[in-house]
T-cell receptor
């Protein structure tokens, strides 16, 4: 049963600390998406990749956030330095280009920045 | 700009039928998707319409009218486990999805 995996599932950190979230997309999927979800803002697209190349990161605060895909089995989202307003659930999703209507979501990383 | 509008909340009775509407305004359109998200969970794919008409999958159906920039999700024989948030999303020209704000479905016994 192929699934998107994300680590860590929960993260509590202090303001100013670096946070790294990891995602393993479903094997064979060539698109990866990072979303942030809060009660106030709903589901926001932060960045997405196709064939490991970043296609759009316009939704991401560039001064503190960075997203990379070092290889086809790993995507990372980093926040440095973290701020309390970054507290949210961060989802990774993967899919197939040409089948972009279906995205498969990981369980999410619940981040709390104190 | 690009936007999708759906009701913020809908209430229905167990066993009944409920329709969740979605209107969209986007620069490119390649299809309308629906996702379900339970509290504390991740969004899961329900259905996709690329062409006009009705798509049926069990108790759930989804409809699209491209000329009206409108679609809906129809849930029949509602069960308590259907209580969740439902999101419509439009696929843009670059394979990304543009998301609505979500509709919270409350089901009463």
């Amino acid at each position: 049963d192929a699934r998107v995996t994300q680590t860590p599932r929960d993260k509590v950190t202090e303001m100013g600390q670096e946070v790294t979230m990891r995602c393993q997309p479903i094997l064979g999927h060539n698109t990866v998406f990072w979303y942030r979800q809060t009660m106030m803002q709903g589901l926001e697209l932060l960045a997405y990749f196709r064939n490991r190349a970043p296609l759009d990161d316009s939704g991401m605060p560039k001064d503190r956030f960075s997203a990379e895909m070092p290889d086809a089995t790993l995507a990372t989202l980093k926040i440095q330095p973290s701020e309390p307003r970054d507290s949210a659930v961060y989802f990774c999703a993967s899919g197939l280009s040409g089948g972009g209507e279906t995205q498969y979501f990981g369980p999410g990383t619940r981040l709390l920045v104190l | 700009g690009q936007s999708l509008e759906q009701p913020s909340e809908v209430t229905a009775v167990e066993g009944a039928i409920v329709q969740i509407n979605c209107t969209y305004q986007t620069s490119g359109f390649y299809g309308l998707s629906w996702y379900q998200q339970h509290d504390g969970g991740a969004p899961t794919f329900l259905s996709y319409n690329a062409l006009d008409g009705l798509e049926e999958t069990g108790r759930f159906s989804s409809f699209l009218s491209r000329s009206d920039s409108y679609g809906y999700l129809l849930l029949q024989e509602l069960q308590m486990k259907d209580s969740a948030s439902y999101f419509c999303a439009v696929r843009g020209s670059n394979y990304q999805l543009i998301w609505g704000a979500g509709t919270k479905l409350i089901i009463k016994p």
